[in-house]
């Protein structure tokens, strides 16, 4: 079965500076996909950023970005020049190529100003 | 401690038929959440339950849809006379806290199909 560790309850970052969120995951398959969602207090999840693992190139958003180690199975997700809207709880998640697909617990990220 | 259950994983049903999603919190949570995610596109809120009471429907359309978490027994989303665009993965997500940084534990999720 494929499960999803996130091994940070909560991270702290400073506004400006930049912050690494972990994620691993343990799976015997060789194609899928890779998941960060953001979720504010409003609940509404926000897809950050995604990941095909027949992909080696790291994926990137604006600020966001990964650090994909397909052989690790390690999928941390970097945050530069945080802002305080990037407060949230982030969770990581995996989907198979049969759409299964599974969250971590999540981590919640605070901003201090 | 079994995680969140739900079932059935996968559904194929005929426009204009009717769709039952349940959902099984882990053990020890009142909190239930349903989320869609429409092909491509992230999870999006649908309703937010606690025993017996729904407490934020916002992101549930106004009608077909309707959700339900009895005293005993699984949460349910229901979906009466279903329509192509309503074929879309669904989430249920419980967590044991209120407030709005709780931990939410998700379930593998339902596929629906309609054809």
């Known amino acids: 079965a494929q499960t999803v560790t996130q091994s940070q309850p909560e991270m702290s970052v400073q506004e400006a500076e930049t912050v690494t969120l972990s994620c691993t995951y343990d799976t015997s398959e060789s194609d899928y996909y890779l998941f960060w969602y953001k979720q504010p207090p409003s609940r509404q999840m926000i897809l950050v950023i995604r990941?095909?693992?027949?992909?080696?190139q790291n994926a990137t958003e604006n600020r966001f970005s990964v650090n994909f180690q397909k052989a690790a199975k390690s999928f941390s997700l970097k945050i530069s020049d945080s802002q305080l809207g990037d407060a949230a709880m982030y969770f990581c998640a995996y989907r198979s190529n049969n759409n299964d697909m599974r969250f971590g617990a999540g981590t919640r990220l605070t901003v201090k100003p | 401690n079994a995680g969140v259950m739900q079932n059935p994983r996968h559904l194929v049903r005929r426009r204009g038929q009717e769709a039952r999603l349940r959902c099984s919190p882990m053990?020890?949570?009142?909190?239930v959440y349903w989320y869609r995610q429409l092909p491509e596109e992230g999870l999006k809120f649908m309703v937010y339950l606690q025993k017996e009471n729904i407490i934020d429907e916002s992101g549930m359309p106004k009608e077909r849809f309707s959700a339900e978490f009895p005293k005993e027994g699984p949460s349910i989303l229901r979906i009466q006379q279903v329509v192509r665009g309503d074929s879309a993965a669904y989430f249920c997500a419980s967590s044991s806290r209120v407030g709005s940084w709780e931990t939410q534990y998700f379930g593998p999720g339902t596929r629906l199909l309609v054809l």
């Open positions: 053990k020890g949570h009142s909190h």
């Open positions: 990941q095909e693992a027949y992909k080696q």
